[in-house]
């Protein structure tokens, strides 16, 4: 287990091998819960390895933002 500090200390060639990884035949997406982590760098990296989706934090943060102002007007 890794503390807060740690985890923002990986590199974004760690976090690629973490999430290939923590990937199981029977998962449809890889989620990447942190928003320390420098994981935009290898989404591409990740999705084309496992043919498969990948969604962070952060993505998933901006996303509820958008749609927050969209339906908000702003």
Request: proline share 4%.
């Amino acid at each position: 287990s890794l503390s807060s500090h740690e985890q923002g200390e990986l590199s974004p060639d760690e976090i690629f091998t973490l999430a290939v990884r923590a990937d199981h035949p029977h998962a449809e997406a890889i989620v990447i819960s942190c928003t320390d982590l420098r994981a935009v760098e290898v989404i591409d990296r990740i999705e084309t390895a496992l043919n498969k989706p990948v969604i962070t934090s952060n993505q998933a943060m901006v996303a509820a933002l958008l749609r927050w102002t969209h339906d908000n007007k702003m």
